[in-house]
Nanobody
């Protein structure tokens, strides 16, 4: 079983950048697909980005494509979400998630991920 811990959230102004980190312990990191989701108050949790650790296939939501980049550091069992050109609508709690899979097809439904971190808050002011 894998445990996930997010870090790197905080306050930012529109146009700024932040990098979120997700540290994974336990499990076979290379077999996981790791996703970032976010949830704003009163809204459903939504897919942001995901990466298949082995093979490095990636996927992004349309709302962040071109601004956010997901990557891994396999030596550290870590997944990063580089967020550039932040917008107020990016304000949300961001969650790291993982599912063990041999497939490289990116999954975007939260229900398909088995493990979740506690979340880290990102607040972007205009």
């Amino acid at each position: 079983q894998v445990q996930l811990v997010e870090s790197g959230g905080g306050l930012a102004q529109a146009g700024d950048s932040l990098r979120l980190a997700c540290s994974a312990t336990g499990g076979a990191f290379s077999l996981y697909m790791v996703g970032w989701f976010r949830q704003a108050p009163g809204k459903e949790r939504e897919f942001v980005a995901a990466i298949k650790v082995r093979g490095q296939s990636t996927g992004y939501s349309d709302s962040v494509k071109g601004r956010f980049t997901i990557s891994t550091d396999n030596a550290k069992n870590a997944v990063y979400l580089q967020m550039n050109n932040l917008k107020p609508e990016d304000t949300a709690a961001y969650y790291c998630s993982a599912r063990m899979t041999f497939s490289s097809t990116i999954r975007i439904a939260a229900s398909e991920y088995n493990y979740w971190g506690q979340g880290t808050q990102v607040t972007v002011s205009s």
